[in-house]
């Protein structure tokens, strides 16, 4: 049975996310992409008209998802906003630690080398990471309207938080530890409740 034009695209975006967050982008061929979908050239080319738009498709069906995934945990009015925001600390550890090879960050992975390789995946990877970032001050906000977070400037605080934990992830890839992640958390904890 023949894969529908939907489905085959999806599948060409789950299987990129696969591969680039394990070795990069720079480093992994069309040929290498094709074969692990199991997808001819041409089906390719009906979608992606380069290998560049290809990563910037995947990038911002990344975001999509990971957006999404995190407006659901921080609209999560039954728990504190607190201990929605310390839940998705807690989970980026497990996720991008040493111990933890599934789902790795795109961001973490692919920022530094297509920064400088491509113009449209740069603005992507800004975009959402802007995004996220205005997600983590929505919840913040959340939490100074609740009492249960101490942090006067929610904006400030998302954005230093961010880039902490995008510092630790690389970090802890460099260390081969989960060290630079713990640290992270310790620091988290403190910015946020003040202990």
């Given at each position: 049975?023949?894969?529908?034009?939907?489905?085959?695209?999806?599948?060409?975006?789950?299987?990129?996310?696969?591969?680039?967050?394990?070795?990069?982008?720079?480093?992994?061929?069309?040929?290498?992409?094709?074969?692990?979908?199991?997808?001819?050239k041409g089906s390719f080319y009906h979608y992606?008209?380069?290998?560049?738009?290809?990563?910037?498709?995947?990038?911002?069906?990344?975001?999509?998802?990971?957006?999404?995934?995190?407006?659901?945990?921080?609209?999560?009015?039954?728990?504190?906003?607190?201990?929605?925001?310390?839940?998705?600390?807690?989970?980026?550890?497990?996720?991008?630690?040493?111990?933890?090879?599934?789902?790795?960050?795109?961001?973490?992975?692919?920022?530094?080398?297509?920064?400088?390789?491509?113009?449209?995946?740069?603005?992507?990877?800004?975009?959402?990471?802007?995004?996220?970032?205005?997600?983590?001050?929505?919840?913040?906000?959340?939490?100074?309207?609740?009492?249960?977070?101490?942090?006067?400037?929610?904006?400030?605080?998302?954005?230093?938080?961010?880039?902490?934990?995008?510092?630790?992830?690389?970090?802890?890839?460099?260390?081969?530890?989960?060290?630079?992640?713990?640290?992270?958390?310790?620091?988290?904890?403190?910015?946020?409740?003040?202990?």
């Open positions: 049975m023949k894969t529908s034009y939907g489905n085959t695209r999806q599948h060409l975006l789950e299987i990129g996310h696969q591969i680039m967050a394990a070795k990069g982008f720079s480093s992994v061929g069309l040929n290498e992409i094709l074969a692990a979908a199991g997808v001819p992606f008209p380069s290998k560049e738009r290809y990563g910037q498709a995947v990038l911002e069906a990344y975001f999509e998802s990971y957006l999404e995934a995190q407006k659901q945990r921080f609209e999560d009015s039954d728990i504190a906003a607190a201990e929605r925001l310390l839940g998705y600390w807690q989970q980026w550890l497990l996720c991008n630690s040493s111990a933890c090879d599934d789902q790795k960050c795109l961001v973490v992975k692919l920022s530094a080398e297509v920064a400088d390789l491509s113009e449209a995946m740069r603005l992507t990877l800004r975009d959402g990471t802007d995004k996220v970032i205005e997600q983590l001050s929505d919840c913040i906000r959340a939490g100074q309207v609740d009492g249960s977070l101490i942090v006067t400037d929610a904006q400030a605080t998302a954005v230093m938080l961010y880039q902490l934990w995008l510092g630790a992830s690389l970090l802890a890839k460099l260390h081969r530890t989960s060290v630079p992640m713990e640290q992270a958390m310790r620091m988290t904890h403190r910015v946020l409740l003040g202990r």
